[in-house]
């Protein structure tokens, strides 16, 4: 369920993001409010598609403890050492 619920809305935005681009594409090059207009649609389009592959392809975020490749000791991140460290 996950799955379909994350591709619906991928898809949703990115074809509502992407016939905003389509309305305006077709514009008089001769008339700037219009080119204006094209890339206002564009733009945010570009930049709704590049959010939607970093979040899928970035790895996720989180506290979690992984093991130190040398000593095979558990080591906190480094964000985590720094914070408790602050305190």
């Known amino acids: 369920k996950l799955v379909k619920?994350?591709?619906?809305a991928t898809e949703n935005g990115t074809r509502e993001e992407f016939s905003k681009v389509m309305e305006k594409r077709n514009f008089n090059a001769n008339n700037v409010s219009a080119g204006?207009?094209?890339?206002?649609?564009?733009v945010?389009?570009?930049?709704?598609?590049?959010?939607?592959?970093?979040a899928a392809t970035a790895p996720a975020e989180?506290?979690?403890?992984?093991?130190?490749?040398e000593s095979g000791e558990m080591q906190i991140h480094?964000?985590?050492e720094e914070m408790a460290s602050a305190k």
Do not use: K, M, Q, S
């Open 5 to 8: 619920l994350l591709t619906d």
């Open 36 to 42: 204006r207009e094209y890339i206002e649609a564009y």
């Open 44 to 54: 945010p389009f570009i930049h709704y598609a590049e959010r939607v592959y970093e």
């Open 62 to 69: 989180g506290h979690y403890i992984e093991a130190d490749n």
């Open 78 to 80: 480094a964000e985590e």
